[in-house]
C-alpha cells in the first residue's frame, strides 16, 4: 500500500496517544487553540477536539475564512482570542491544526499539552507533550475524525469535519483511500446532503472579495523559466482565494500583501498539481533568507517576510527556480545513471 493511504497501524497508534492525552487532561481546565485566521478545517477540527474536554475553551485570532465564519455561526461557537484570558487560570494549551509559533503567537509563553497537525515539518517550532502528526493527511479534520471513538462523533461534530475534510483537500486533490471512507462514515453521522456541505466547504466570494481577486489579476506579472509558468502579484485581500484561482492558468502563483502593523509581507503561494518544486520548501527558504517565517504543504505555502512586496516577490521566483533547476538536475542525474545501469545490464547478458 503506497505510503500515504493512511493505515490503521499509525490511526491506532495516534488514537492511543490521544486517549493518553484524554486521560490526563480530559477533565482539566485548557485551551484548545487553532491558527490564526482559521479557515474551516481549523475550525473544524479544533471545535471536534474542544467537544471531548468538557473544560476547554476554543481559541483563534484574527478574521476567519467566510466559510469558517458560516461554521461558527452554525455550530454556535465564538471563539475567543487567546489574549482574553488568564494562562494562571488553565493547565495549558492543546494546539490544533498548526504547530507553528507565526500562526499562534499567543501560544508563547503558554504549557503546550499536545498538539494535533497535518503540516510538514519546516516552520514548526511548536513542542508539545502529545504530538499527534500526520503530514501525509489532507486535513486535520480527517486526523481528528480518526482519533476519535465513532460513539463520540455527534451531528454537529461530523458536519464540521466533513467540510473540514472537503474545504482542505482542495477537492479531495491531495485525498487518499482513508479520506474518501472517513468523510462518507461522517456525512451519513451528519445527516446531510452533500450540497450543502459544499456550500460551506466552498462558499461563493463576496464582493469585496471578488474585487480584491480581480485587481490581483489586473497587477499580475509572469515569468516562464525551467519549464513553469510563474505568476507574481500584490493582493489587497483574499491573497490565497486569488493564488488559488491564478495556478488553474499559471503553475504556481504567488501573492503578496504589505501589512502595516507588523510592517512585513504576507506571501500566499499556491501550485498546480504537476508541480515538482515543494512551496513549503520555498517560502521556508526564502524566510530563512530575508528573515520572517515561512512553511505549509508542497501545493499550498506561505511566508511572513521583513521587506517590502517588491522585494519578497522576486525572492519568491528566484528561489522557486533555484529549486526548480536543482530538481530538473537531480532528475537528469538519475535518468543517466538509469540509462548506465541499462548499459551495464545489456552488456552482462552478451557477456
Ligand atoms: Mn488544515
Known amino acids: 500500500m503506497p505510503q500515504n493511504q493512511g493505515n490503521e497501524e499509525s490511526n491506532s497508534k495516534d488514537k492511543a496517544l490521544f486517549e493518553k492525552l484524554l486521560a490526563k487532561y480530559g477533565k482539566a481546565k485548557v485551551v484548545i487553540a487553532t491558527h490564526n485566521r482559521a479557515d474551516v478545517d481549523a475550525i473544524s477540527s479544533s471545535y471536534s477536539v474542544h467537544r471531548q474536554f468538557p473544560n476547554s475553551i476554543l ?7 467566510e466559510g469558517a465564519k458560516m461554521l461558527c455561526a452554525k455550530l454556535g461557537i465564538e471563539p475567543k482570542p487567546l489574549t482574553e484570558l488568564n494562562k494562571n487560570n488553565f493547565s495549558g494549551i492543546l ?17 503546550i499539552l499536545g498538539i494535533i497537525d497535518h503540516h510538514r515539518a519546516d516552520g514548526r517550532d511548536i513542542k508539545g507533550e502529545f504530538e499527534i502528526i500526520d503530514e501525509q493527511s489532507p486535513s486535520a479534520a480527517e486526523i481528528v475524525a480518526n482519533i476519535l471513538d465513532e460513539k463520540d462523533i455527534d451531528e454537529n461534530m461530523a458536519f464540521a469535519l466533513s467540510i473540514g475534510i472537503i474545504a482542505d483537500g482542495a477537492r479531495f486533490k491531495s485525498a487518499r483511500a482513508q479520506t474518501f471512507e472517513t468523510l462518507a462514515r461522517l456525512i451519513k453521522i451528519s445527516k446531510t446532503e452533500y450540497a450543502e456541505l459544499l456550500s460551506y466547504a466552498e462558499p461563493g466570494p463576496k464582493d469585496e472579495a471578488k474585487i480584491a481577486i480581480l485587481k490581483a489579476m489586473q497587477k499580475l506579472n509572469y515569468v516562464y523559466a525551467s519549464g513553469y509558468i510563474i505568476a507574481t502579484s500584490e493582493g489587497i485581500s483574499n491573497e ?12 504556481v502563483a504567488f501573492i503578496a500583501k504589505w501589512k502595516d502593523e507588523t510592517k512585513e509581507t504576507r506571501i500566499s503561494a499556491r501550485a498546480r498539481g504537476s508541480v515538482m518544486v515543494p512551496l513549503n520548501e520555498v517560502m521556508s527558504t526564502v524566510a530563512k533568507r530575508i528573515g520572517g517565517a515561512g512553511g505549509g504543504h ?25 529549486l526548480a533547476e536543482k530538481q530538473e538536475k537531480i532528475n537528469s542525474d538519475i535518468k543517466y545513471s538509469q540509462a548506465i545501469d541499462a548499459k551495464l545490464d545489456e552488456k552482462d547478458k552478451e557477456s
Open 240 to 251: 490565497s482565494d486569488s493564488a488559488s484561482l491564478i495556478t488553474e492558468a499559471a503553475d
Open 59 to 65: 481559541c483563534t485570532r484574527e478574521e476567519m475564512t
Open 95 to 111: 494546539v490544533v491544526d498548526t504547530s507553528a509559533y507565526t500562526l499562534v503567537p499567543d501560544a508563547k509563553n503558554w504549557p
Open 298 to 322: 508542497p501545493k499550498a505555502a506561505g511566508a511572513a517576510v521583513k521587506c517590502h512586496t517588491d522585494e519578497a516577490l522576486k525572492r519568491c521566483v528566484g528561489t522557486f527556480i533555484e
